[in-house]
């Protein structure tokens, strides 16, 4: 069974970095996506990065957290750590965080879309304040 447990969150002043990590275990094929995806109160759950493994390796970002956020997967034996980097951090970022992964033995269209993903984390709580 597919597992997934985010970690990292906190609560933190604006300007400053979080490092939020993502255990992914128990598939028996690579994922062709993975991806970090938040949901503020009151707010829909929206896209912030991801993988996408379909052809060759490439990273995607929402307009609102380029050049601030960076997604990586380390492969570790049958496990994968998916890690979100998080500088210069905005009160608008105050959200609780999600990793996911889709794709396992299936074809996705889009790494981008919700609908690509199968698997979910519980959330780690990411609150930016002052």
């Known amino acids: 069974q597919v597992q997934l447990v985010e970690s990292g969150g906190d609560s933190v002043q604006p300007g400053e970095s979080l490092r939020l990590s993502c255990e992914v275990s128990?598939?028996?094929?690579?994922?062709?996506?993975l991806g970090w995806f938040r949901q503020a109160p009151g707010k829909e759950r929206e896209g912030v990065a991801h993988?996408?493994?379909?052809?060759?390796?490439?990273?995607?970002?929402a307009d609102s957290v380029k050049g601030r956020f960076t997604i990586s997967r380390t492969r570790n034996n049958d496990n994968d750590t998916l890690v979100l980097v998080m500088t210069s951090l905005k009160p608008e970022d105050t959200a609780m965080y999600y990793c996911?992964?889709?794709?396992?033995?299936?074809?996705?269209?889009?790494?981008?879309?919700?609908?690509?993903?199968?698997?979910w984390g519980r959330g780690t709580q990411v609150t930016v304040s002052s």
């Open positions: 993988v996408d493994r379909r052809r060759t390796i490439s990273t995607g970002y």
């Open positions: 996911a992964v889709g794709g396992i033995g299936m074809y996705v269209r889009s790494c981008q879309s919700q609908s690509a993903y199968t698997y």
């Open positions: 128990g598939y028996t094929s690579d994922p062709s996506c």
